[in-house]
Nanobody
Framework: QVQLVESGGGLVQPGGSLRLSCAASGNIFSIDNMGWYRQAPGNERDLVATITSSGNTNYADSVKGRFTISRDNAKNTVYLLMNSLKPEDTAVYYC???????????????WGQGTQVTVSS
C-alpha cells in the first residue's frame, strides 16, 4: 500500500504561480510513472502532466509551456510548478503514482486525495 499526500494548493490570482507537491510513503520499492491530473467542475478528470522514473515528461496541450513537472526520486516526491495561471486552471489536482508490485500483483495505480487550486481575482 502506497499513500500519496498532496500539498500546495490554494487561491491565486490570474498570472500567479503555485507549486504542488506530492509525497509518496508506505510500501515503496520502485515507483515508476508519476503524474498530475485535474478535475474541474462539470468536467471529467484529465491528465495534466506525467513524468517517468528517468525524467521524461509529457504535458497536456493546455498547460504546455506554463507548467513544469519534476520529481525527486530520493524523496519519492513529484512536483508541479504552475506558472501564468488562468481561471480555467481552477480544479482539484490529483497526484498519481504507479508501482509494479510483482508478477502476480502487477502494476498498481495510487492516487492522492486531491488539492484544490482556485485561480480568481
Amino acid at each position: 500500500q502506497v499513500q500519496l499526500v498532496e500539498s500546495g494548493g490554494g487561491l491565486v490570482q490570474p498570472g500567479g504561480s503555485l507549486r504542488l507537491s506530492c509525497a509518496a510513503s508506505g510500501n515503496i520499492f520502485s515507483i515508476d510513472n508519476m503524474g498530475w491530473y485535474r478535475q474541474a467542475p462539470g468536467n471529467e478528470r484529465d491528465l495534466v502532466a506525467t513524468i517517468t522514473s528517468s525524467g521524461n515528461t509529457n504535458y497536456a496541450d493546455s498547460v504546455k509551456g506554463r507548467f513544469t513537472i519534476s520529481r525527486d526520486n530520493a524523496k519519492n516526491t513529484v512536483y508541479l510548478l504552475m506558472n501564468s495561471l488562468k481561471p480555467e486552471d481552477t480544479a482539484v489536482y490529483y497526484c498519481n503514482a504507479d508501482q509494479f508490485e510483482g508478477h502476480y500483483r502487477g502494476t498498481w495505480h495510487y492516487w492522492g486525495q486531491g488539492t484544490q487550486v482556485t485561480v480568481s481575482s
